[in-house]
């Protein structure tokens, strides 16, 4: 369905980007990997898909830096089709407490650089009438929770940014939605497990059921697979006039 589209994903060197860029690269789009930590592993399953990828390995927080990966992509693709704003990072304290230098970060990494990937890439999505921009976002985007001001903040600015460029483009072939997942097991979350275990005094098994217990009525984590199926939704002929949604997976978090 994807053949001789782009997709360049943000963060996709675990947890979820690397679950879409997968699912992605499944449907035979070429993949554009971004991230920190190892980029040779991500890189080999991508291509075991028998797709092209390459990687760019730009600081989400410094807007150089995404000028320089979208140029790259544009130079080794032709283009770029999809885009997956997805790189985030998190951190956890009330609001009196939290680092100014962390609010920042975390404001830089997970809201502003979807800004900047998105007017980057729009022009030539616009120029060929086809374009999806993909924002991971969070039931954070839609709900809060106590001591994740900074995330909370950034993910609900992704939802309203998602808005805004799907009406700006909604007579086009360009669609922007939002995609809102509850709890999924990747590092970012195992961070919180493991704070919560040697908080409580918790097994690894019993500080997950807590987490989940808190939040998502089903009791199960959300995978990358599942999002990456989404994602895909979004980019096939029936999510053409999808536009602007922020789609909650999450087990019923936000039902509640
Ligand atoms: P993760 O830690 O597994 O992956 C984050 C990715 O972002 C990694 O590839 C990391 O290298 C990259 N990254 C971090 N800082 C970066 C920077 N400055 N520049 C470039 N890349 C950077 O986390 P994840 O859980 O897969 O999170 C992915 C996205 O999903 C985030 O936006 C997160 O907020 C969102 N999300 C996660 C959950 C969850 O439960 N895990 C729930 C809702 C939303």
Redesign the pocket.
């Known amino acids: 369905m994807l053949a001789n589209k782009t997709a360049l994903v943000?963060?996709?060197?675990?947890?979820?980007?690397?679950?879409i860029a997968k699912a992605l690269a499944r449907q035979g789009a070429n993949i554009v990997l971004?991230?920190?930590?190892d980029s040779e592993g991500p890189q080999a399953e991508i291509a075991a898909l028998g797709v092209q990828v390459a990687y760019h390995?730009?600081?989400?927080?410094?807007p150089a830096e995404i000028e320089d990966m979208m140029k790259f992509a544009a130079s080794r693709f032709g283009q770029v089709d999809i885009l997956v704003n997805?790189?985030?990072?998190?951190h956890v304290a009330r609001v009196e407490d939290f680092p100014v230098e962390r609010w920042d970060?975390v404001i830089?990494?997970?809201l502003s650089?979807a800004f900047h990937a998105t007017r980057l890439a729009l022009p030539a999505m616009r120029a060929a009438n086809w374009g999806r921009i993909i924002n991971?976002?969070?039931?954070?985007g839609l709900v809060a929770s106590a001591e994740k001001s900074a995330?909370v903040a950034a993910?609900h600015g992704v939802v309203g940014l998602t808005k805004v460029t799907a009406l700006e483009n909604a007579t086009t072939g360009v669609t922007c939605n939002a995609i809102?997942?509850?709890?999924?097991?990747?590092?970012?979350?195992q961070k919180q497990v493991d704070a919560k275990a040697a908080a409580l005094g918790l097994s690894d098994e019993d500080a997950k059921k807590q987490l989940l217990g808190e939040k998502e009525p089903s009791m199960q984590?959300?995978t990358?697979e599942e999002l990456g199926e989404l994602a895909v939704f979004f980019c096939s002929p029936a999510g053409a006039n999808v536009r602007g949604v922020a789609w909650n997976m999450d087990g019923g978090w936000v039902a509640q």
């Open positions: 943000t963060g996709s060197t675990s947890g979820i980007g690397l679950g971004n991230g920190f930590g390995g730009a600081d989400m927080s410094k997805n790189a985030g990072i998190q970060a830089a990494i997970n650089s991971v976002a969070s039931v954070h995330y993910k809102c997942p509850g709890w999924v097991l990747t590092p970012l979350v984590f959300t990358p």
